[in-house]
């Protein structure tokens, strides 16, 4: 799927599920979590966050519910997520939306980290091409890094309408390429009995931090 396909894609599940989890394509709000915790692990004193991907504004939700004051921006390609999100967090002056076009470089700056949940897990014809120019596009707004998720070739199976990347290649690509100091993370479980079925990585953009 291409971006407008996606759009669609999201715009359909938003109308079936509602105000839900699954309408961002997570099974439920047990695992939403474990992923936030992992993901905003890259630094204990965040100050501001870019959610790239935002969906209905989760993240922000967590993060406030967290002890976060800081700047929270929103950015999504579905104009129904930032329509509930801008209502959800009406009277937050320091939670804000953006709408990106899609197929278009137009990402909000300023923040310190950028995390991004979920967006490299839909089948793309060019899912490697996307995930290496995105995440280009990230870090070079990103202040201080990025923590970002996506499914690991390391599995049993493989859904066909899934995309599945190569943790030792993206880190490769982190670190020859962007020219960042990644940290990987392949080893936790998002449910009891399970199997570590996707990786996270910290992409920090001075060592130590």
Same mark, same amino acid.
């Given at each position: 799927?291409? $971006?407008?396909?996606?759009?669609?894609?999201? !715009?359909?599940?938003?109308?079936?599920?509602?105000?839900?989890?699954?309408?961002? !394509?997570?099974?439920?709000?047990?695992? !939403?979590? %474990?992923?936030?915790?992992?993901?905003?692990?890259?630094?204990?004193?965040? !100050?501001?966050?870019?959610?790239?991907?935002?969906?209905? #504004?989760?993240?922000?939700?967590?993060?406030?519910?967290?002890?976060?004051?800081?700047? =929270?921006?929103?950015?999504?390609?579905?104009?129904?997520?930032?329509?509930?999100?801008? %209502?959800?967090?009406? #009277?937050? $002056?320091?939670?804000?939306?953006?709408?990106?076009?899609?197929?278009?470089? $137009?990402?909000?700056? #300023?923040?310190?980290? &950028?995390?991004?949940?979920?967006?490299?897990?839909?089948?793309?014809?060019?899912? &490697?091409?996307?995930?290496?120019?995105?995440? #280009?596009?990230?870090?070079?707004?990103?202040?201080?890094?990025?923590?970002?998720?996506?499914?690991?070739?390391?599995?049993?199976?493989?859904?066909?309408?899934?995309? =599945?990347? $190569?943790?030792?290649?993206?880190?490769?690509?982190?670190?020859?390429?962007?020219?960042?100091?990644?940290?990987? %993370?392949?080893?936790?479980?998002? %449910?009891?009995?399970? =199997?570590?079925?996707?990786?996270?990585?910290?992409?920090?953009?001075?060592?130590?931090?």
């Amino acid at each position: 799927m291409d $971006d407008l396909k996606i759009k669609a894609h999201y !715009q359909g599940l938003f109308e079936k599920e509602g105000v839900s989890p699954k309408s961002i !394509q997570w099974p439920d709000r047990g695992s !939403q979590i %474990k992923r936030f915790k992992i993901l905003t692990g890259i630094d204990r004193d965040l !100050q501001s966050v870019l959610d790239v991907g935002c969906g209905l #504004g989760d993240l922000g939700v967590f993060l406030r519910e967290n002890e976060f004051t800081g700047d =929270y921006v929103g950015a999504d390609i579905v104009p129904e997520f930032i329509d509930f999100a801008d %209502k959800k967090f009406a #009277g937050d $002056d320091k939670s804000t939306f953006r709408l990106l076009e899609p197929n278009v470089a $137009d990402l909000p700056t #300023g923040c310190d980290h &950028s995390i991004v949940s979920g967006l490299f897990n839909n089948y793309r014809s060019d899912s &490697s091409a996307f995930m290496k120019r995105l995440l #280009g596009e990230i870090f070079e707004v990103s202040n201080r890094g990025m923590a970002f998720n996506a499914l690991s070739t390391y599995v049993d199976y493989k859904e066909s309408h899934l995309s =599945y990347a $190569d943790p030792m290649e993206v880190f490769d690509f982190c670190k020859r390429t962007l020219g960042g100091f990644p940290v990987l %993370k392949h080893d936790y479980l998002l %449910k009891k009995g399970g =199997y570590p079925y996707e990786f996270t990585i910290f992409l920090y953009k001075k060592p130590g931090l």
